[in-house]
């Protein structure tokens, strides 16, 4: 079965920047999701922001994958946020208490100012 | 700027449409009913009589996040090579019989039927001195093709492990990997000791007796760890108090009659 999923890099302000996920987070989705934080982050970089507005699908070898997503950018001296999250996937933030470590707001501005950025 | 999964070499400012990888395997639409609905502390069902139900009702779940020792991804994976199987009947078999593959004196107290998401297994783990672990595990995932555990406070481990199965080159694979840290200082000193090596054995076991029961040939049971976060978490260190190898260890020592429960004997 194919699938595509499409992830785009957004800098939201001097200190944010934002990954804008279209469709699937699955272990699949490791190489070119670690590649969008290269991407998200430079020196200048404090928060960054998921966008999952548009998510299409998540399974449990994604929820990995955002923990070791988590590593990555707290090892970076960064903070992870989110927003756009349907109910459903919000529950399973909660379920898995990813949202104890990624901040959970309603929209990207209110990210960005949770972030101070 | 724009990345696709499976070109972790590409040209990142290029969107082209690939395949997944076939260890993602892809369902057909996504269902809410694949996972559990959140839950802020386990409750346990019915278990036998001969089970030592301690350390799970009224816990809440911790996974890697909420975990102290070092994060580990661990990966175990075996081809079914010769076995006429497709990863769903695997998949199917092995939610319906979970605990029967696991190495003896182990015991898994699950549903009846077959693994859904949001149902409580209740953990009985043969320890070193024949001793018993007592803990458990939630469903968080279910699929056709792969289910997913998460652990409570106390367990060895705080822990997402995946179960999954796909086919490569017309062979079934099995795999399963954990992201896991010690959930403790106590179970993090002997993750170099005992407990790295005593999960690798189980597992390693467990994917052998599967493979096995679908007449697979030339079974070999590949491994691989990771150490994504070398950092331990300090701030979880007092995840001891909740330590279910003490706890149940204190337990058999001040009520005699457990001493006949499962203790990795039988």
């Known amino acids: ?117 | 700027m724009t990345t696709e999964t499976g070109q972790p070499g590409g040209d990142p400012t290029e969107a082209i449409p690939t395949e997944a990888s076939p260890a993602a395997p892809m369902p057909a639409a996504p269902a809410a009913s694949n996972w559990a609905a959140p839950v802020s502390r386990l409750a346990v069902g019915v278990v036998p009589t001969d089970a030592l139900n301690l350390n799970v009702a009224g816990r809440r779940l911790a996974g890697p996040v909420q975990g102290f020792g070092q994060l580990w991804q661990k990966t175990y994976r075996v081809r079914l090579t010769g076995a006429d199987v497709t990863p769903a009947a695997v998949i199917r078999t092995w939610k319906e019989h979970f605990g029967d593959f696991w190495p003896k004196g182990n015991h898994f107290y699950g549903p009846l039927t077959s693994l859904q998401p949001g149902e409580v297994a209740l953990l009985n783990l043969a320890l070193p001195g024949k001793m018993t672990l007592s803990t458990g595990v939630l469903v968080i995932f279910a699929d056709d093709e792969s289910f997913a555990f998460m652990t409570p406070e106390g367990h060895q481990f705080a822990s997402f492990i995946t179960f999954s199965s796909y086919a490569d080159d017309g062979v079934a694979v099995v795999q399963i990997q954990a992201l896991l840290r010690a959930s403790d200082p106590l179970y993090e000193l002997s993750m170099p000791i005992v407990a790295q090596r005593t999960e690798d054995r189980f597992w390693n076991d467990t994917l052998w007796a599967l493979a096995a029961s679908f007449g697979a040939a030339d079974v070999t049971v590949e491994m691989e760890r990771v150490c994504v976060d070398h950092r331990r978490q300090w701030r979880y260190a007092g995840n001891i108090r909740q330590n279910a190898a003490i706890r149940t260890a204190l337990y058999k020592l001040t009520h005699p009659r457990a001493w006949f429960h499962h203790s990795g004997d039988a």
């Open chain 1, 1 to 117: 079965m194919t699938t595509t999923t499409t992830i785009e890099v957004r800098r939201l302000s001097p200190s944010a920047s934002s990954i804008i996920i279209h469709g699937d987070i699955t272990s699949g989705t490791e190489p070119a999701l670690m590649d969008a934080c290269a991407q998200a982050s430079d020196d200048a970089t404090r928060s960054i922001v998921l966008d999952f507005s548009d998510l299409a699908y998540l399974n449990s070898g994604g929820i990995g994958l955002l923990v070791t997503l988590l590593v990555r950018v707290q090892r970076q001296g960064q903070r992870l946020l989110a927003f756009g999250l349907s109910e459903h996937y919000r529950q399973i933030f909660e379920l898995t208490r990813l949202d104890d470590a990624i901040g959970i707001h309603d929209s990207e501005a209110a990210a960005l100012v949770a972030a101070g950025a």
